[in-house]
T-cell receptor
């Protein structure tokens, strides 16, 4: 069966450009998470969706970061006016239930801002 | 101080050795996860546990809730076990069950 997919896998952006990163969760999964992983670090939480509702966006580092999941399936993480410190791997994970359940991770999108 | 601490940060072992990676945490949790990440690859969930011990093949994970400590053991290690192993805890009482991650342990198993 299909796992979590993310696109693009690699993205190079010039400083100041806007980027959009896509996540396709496992079909039927209720919960969707975005994480940011800097080089040599563990992932850090960005935001969480339960179906189409964004219940927690406490990890978004600035108002340049925006995420949506309008129909409760595919999600897009948008970064406006990218900065060099935004360079990282952006991971998406989905889970079939609301709490205390295994999360299934996508392969990540490696964003490099030059 | 990080809420999730792992040790060691780097580990080199010879094929066949018994390996232990430790994780300590300072927050209340609903569950603890052990994850595996290969270079350039995605993250794979190995275990999720909230008490006791779980075993899958050559991998064993234990947790002591009172001491806020977990260990991941690999028996009869093999070069294909080389990866980054990450401990993550589920946020207790939170509405989102977001994970808080350790920085990972880079394991290299030499033939």
């Amino acid at each position: 069966g299909a796992g979590v997919s993310q696109s693009p896998r690699y993205k190079v952006a010039k400083r100041g450009q806007d980027v959009a990163l896509r996540c396709d969760p496992i079909s039927g999964h209720v919960s969707l998470f975005w994480y940011q992983q800097a080089l040599g670090q563990g992932p850090e939480f960005l935001t969480y969706f339960q179906n189409e509702a964004q219940l927690d966006k406490s990890g978004l580092p600035s108002d340049r970061f925006f995420a949506e999941r309008p129909e409760g399936s595919v999600s897009t993480l948008k970064i406006q006016r990218t900065q060099q410190e935004d360079s990282a791997v952006y991971l998406c994970a989905s889970s079939p239930r609301y709490r205390d359940y295994e999360q299934y991770f996508g392969p990540g999108t490696r964003l490099t801002v030059t | 101080k990080n809420e999730v601490e792992q040790s060691p940060q780097n580990l080199t072992a010879q094929e066949g050795e018994f390996i232990t990676i430790n994780c300590s945490y300072s927050v209340g949790i609903s569950a603890l996860h052990w994850l595996q990440q290969h270079p350039g690859g995605g993250i794979v969930s190995l275990f999720m546990l909230s008490s006791g011990k779980k075993k899958h093949g050559r991998l064993i994970a234990t947790i002591n809730i009172q001491e806020k400590h977990s260990s991941l053991h690999i028996t009869a290690s093999h070069p294909r076990d080389s990866a980054v192993y990450i401990c993550a805890v589920g946020d207790y009482g939170g509405a989102t069950n977001k994970l808080i991650f350790g920085t990972g342990t880079l394991l290299a198993v030499q033939p």
